[in-house]
């Protein structure tokens, strides 16, 4: 009887590496070569095959590592039916390796398709918002590739690459500074999945880069929140349903996705305990008399969940009626330069406000740093001061009741 093995040249590597068979019997033991390449890290040693979970590609790959072994029997046998063994040359001439072209066809699995993987794994795993970010980026990708007829692929992320695609994002996409750095994050993101799944060997990636400038925080004043948790509204409508979700946000800090999640299980006396869905991280948010009322609202179905981009239009109706017309002057970087216009307070305000306002008005009011953010789930001071928005006058309350001094 003969059996095949399979074994790799360089099995510690971390690139592909040959595939080499081994057919054994009658005591003698021949090696032969496949043709057959794989990344170390995608190979079953206990199979001897390729991993296809997760890695679909790699079943083109094991059907011809079936065939080499299959050439190798067979040529065994007919040489044994004539009383012979079959010679080293002979056994590694019945092994006709596949084209490695002809692999890669059969297993041809796009960039764009790994892509769209990729934004679909965020959206089955309920990560709405990071699948529709996600999306946006990719959707970027695409139409620099069409308009520059540039080949996207993973090996054609390059130096060039990175000039061509920020140059469009700031040119004909017209983006801003910011939201040219935030696709470039996301498009490192999916390339490292793609790195960790044996896709791609490309090292360039993790130096695209663009400079970002952050933009001013717009939050609710003390004043203004009461005023718009104060504003009469008919009961159970639009509105009232939207301030209700957008007044929680401001009392607790929590994300608009982490909002529309609470359920009675996460109510713990005087506090919420919750797993965040955007970091998994578990907090315990307390609740101020106003937000428990809330809380029992949403809990009871009495405050309905509206989707993201619904509630930040409704919330600009509110802010409108409010009457929230402060203006506020909006930066924008684009290219490096600097553009601005001043609009109406209300014509800013979204459900992600709310988390800022808390955020603000929390140490306007006394709350150490450390505090607030153990409850917003913040780990660094460089990304929660994105959230806070100490104004001038707030500063020169707090100087003058420690030091005196000041108009009373």
Known sequence: MAAVSFLLKEPNATKPTPIFAFISFDGQRVKVATGLLILPKQWLKAEQRAQVRGLPDNG????????????????????????LLPGTEALRAA?????????????????????????????????????????????HLREFASAQRYGVDFD???????????????????????TVSKILT??????????SRGLHSNT?????????????????????????????????????????????????GLRYSDLVSIRAEHVRGTNLRLVMHKTKD?????????????????????????????????????????????PVEVVRYRGGRRESETLAKWQRLTCHTGRRTFATLALEQGLRPELVMKITGHKSWASFKRYVNITADVVSKEFHRVYGGGSE
């Open 186 to 195: 996301r498009l490192k993101l999916f390339m490292k999945w793609a790195a």
């Open 204 to 252: 360039f990636y993790p130096k695209l880069t663009w400079s970002r400038r952050e933009p001013d925080v717009m939050t609710l004043t003390a004043d203004e929140l009461h005023h718009l948790a104060m504003l009469p509204l008919p009961a159970g409508g639009y509105l009232d349903n939207a301030r209700g979700l957008f007044v929680l946000s401001c009392y607790t």
């Open 156 to 178: 054609t992320i390059t130096a060039s690459f990175g000039e061509k695609f920020t140059t469009y994002l700031v040119g004909p996409a017209h983006l801003t500074d910011n």
């Open 60 to 83: 083109a790959l094991n059907d011809a590592l079936a065939l080499a072994e299959q050439q190798l029997l067979d040529c065994y046998r007919t040489h044994r039916a004539q009383g």
């Open 95 to 139: 092994v006709v390796p596949v084209p490695a072209e002809q692999v890669a066809a059969a297993a041809a699995v796009s960039f764009w398709e790994h892509l769209d993987e990729w934004v679909a794994q965020k959206k089955a795993a309920g990560l709405l918002n990071t699948a529709r970010t996600y999306a946006t980026a990719a959707r």
């Open 282 to 326: 578990v907090v315990t948010v307390p609740l101020r008399p106003e937000a428990a009322a809330l809380v029992e609202r949403v809990v009871s179905g009495e405050l309905r969940p509206v989707a993201n981009q619904v509630l930040n239009r409704f919330l600009k109706e509110l802010g409108q009626r409010a009457e929230l017309a402060v």
